[in-house]
C-alpha cells in the first residue's frame, strides 16, 4: 500500500512559477513511477508528466514540455513538479499518482494509487 501527501499549488500570475511535491510512503522499489495529472471542472484527468524511480525516465505531455520538470529525491521518496512560464490553461487540480509499472505511464488507468489534489491558479 502507498499513500501519496501533496504539498504546494496555489495562485500564481501568468508567467510565474510554482513547485509541487507529493511525498510517498510505503514500497518505491522495482518499476515504482510517479506521475502527476490535472483536471479541470468538466474535463478528463489529463497526463502532466511522470518519473521512473529506479532510472529517473521522464514523460512529459507535449503541453507542458519545456515548461515543466519532474525531478525526485529517492531518500525522501519524493517527487516534484517544478512548473514554470505559467499560462492560465495551467489552471487545475493536479494529481499525484503511483504505479508499479513503467509501460502506460502517461494512462491514469494505469496507476494505483493517488493523492488528493492540489488547486494551481494561474491568472492573467
Known amino acids: 500500500q502507498v499513500q501519496l501527501v501533496e504539498f504546494g499549488g496555489g495562485l500564481v500570475q501568468a508567467g510565474g512559477s510554482l513547485r509541487l511535491s507529493c511525498a510517498a510512503s510505503?514500497?518505491?522499489?522495482?518499476?515504482?513511477?510517479m506521475g502527476w495529472f490535472r483536471q479541470t471542472p468538466g474535463q478528463e484527468r489529463e497526463f502532466v508528466a511522470a518519473?521512473?524511480?529506479?532510472?529517473?525516465?521522464?514523460n512529459y505531455a507535449d503541453s507542458v514540455k519545456g515548461r515543466f520538470t519532474i525531478s525526485k529525491d529517492n531518500a525522501k521518496n519524493t517527487v516534484y513538479l517544478q512548473m514554470n512560464s505559467l499560462k492560465p490553461e495551467d489552471t487545475a487540480v493536479y494529481y499525484c499518482?503511483?504505479?508499479?509499472?513503467?509501460?502506460?505511464?502517461?494512462?491514469?488507468?494505469?496507476?494505483?494509487?493517488w493523492g488528493q489534489g492540489t488547486q494551481v491558479t494561474v491568472s492573467s
Open positions: 518519473i521512473t524511480f529506479s532510472l529517473g525516465r521522464t
Open positions: 510505503g514500497r518505491t522499489a522495482g518499476s515504482f513511477t
Open positions: 499518482a503511483a504505479t508499479y509499472t513503467t509501460l502506460g505511464v502517461r494512462v491514469g488507468a494505469s496507476y494505483y494509487y
